[in-house]
């Protein structure tokens, strides 16, 4: 059975910096794709970064490029964010997404099969 688990979410405040990290486990084989989405309250599912182990890429959305960073290990199946400059705006539960197949859009939560329960980030004001 395949797990995701997030960690290092947490309470900063506006200006600091969290480093999430995601770890997979109970696959033999490598995703194509790992990557990392939020979801606000009363707001839809957001495309924040991602990583593609075939090539190009990182990938970023928008509202981060130039602020977050996403770096993983393909062997290891683990991803990490490194989130700098957070913003009360960022608040969101945060989650980690994997992908075992061909991937057409990267930033499409339909894409990835996996997903882990969810870490929590909030940046206060």
């Known amino acids: 059975q395949v797990q995701l688990v997030e960690s290092g979410g947490g309470l900063v405040q506006a200006g600091g910096s969290l480093r999430l990290s995601c770890a997979a486990s109970?696959?033999?084989?490598?995703?194509?794709?790992q990557a990392w989405f939020r979801q606000a309250p009363g707001k839809d599912r957001e495309f924040v970064a991602a990583?593609?182990?075939?090539?190009?890429?990182?990938y970023y959305g928008d509202s981060v490029k130039g602020r977050f960073t996403v770096s993983g290990d393909n062997a290891q199946n683990t991803v990490t964010l490194q989130m700098s400059s957070l913003q009360p705006e960022a608040t969101a539960v945060y989650y980690c997404?994997?992908?075992?197949?061909?991937?057409?859009?990267?930033?499409?939560?339909?894409?990835?099969?996996?997903w882990g329960p969810g870490t929590q980030v909030a940046a206060s004001s």
């Open positions: 990583i593609h182990w075939s090539g190009g890429g990182p």
């Open positions: 997404a994997a992908s075992p197949g061909f991937v057409v859009d990267l930033t499409d939560s339909a894409t990835y099969n996996y």
């Open positions: 109970g696959r033999g084989v490598g995703y194509s794709a």
